[in-house]
């Protein structure tokens, strides 16, 4: 099975920026889409961004459009998420999830990471 591994969380102050990475651990892609998504202690996982398999096409949350971009290279199965302009309220578990479409429901994903911790301080 395929599995995903985040890298790139820490600690930034407000207006900073981070850049995310997420690859597979173990398997590989073949025409999967791929998602960002976030979730806080007691709050449900929320979408942030995706992108097709082809790199195409990708897709942002109102709240960081213009802000993150979501980007992907198919020779290293790797997505590329670079957050800029960190608010607060973008602290979070990020999560990289793949799948065989383009959804903002989290349920719909296939597989998923581990995590990596996002935290912005004001």
């Known amino acids: 099975q395929v599995q995903l591994a985040e890298s790139g969380g820490g600690l930034v102050q407000a207006g900073g920026s981070l850049r995310l990475s997420c690859a597979p651990s173990?398997?590989?892609?073949?025409?999967?889409?791929m998602g960002w998504f976030r979730q806080v202690p007691g709050r449900e996982r929320e979408f942030v961004a995706a992108?097709?398999?082809?790199?195409?096409?990708?897709y942002y949350a109102s709240s960081v459009k213009g802000r993150f971009t979501f980007s992907r290279d198919k020779s290293k199965n790797t997505g590329y998420l670079q957050m800029n302009t960190l608010k607060p309220e973008d602290t979070a578990v990020y999560y990289c999830?793949?799948?065989?479409?383009?959804?903002?429901?989290?349920?719909?994903?296939?597989?998923w990471g581990q995590g990596t911790q996002v935290t912005v301080s004001s």
């Open positions: 173990r398997g590989v892609f073949y025409r999967y889409a």
């Open positions: 999830a793949a799948g065989p479409v383009v959804v903002t429901n989290y349920t719909s994903w296939d597989t």
């Open positions: 992108i097709s398999w082809s790199g195409g096409v990708t």
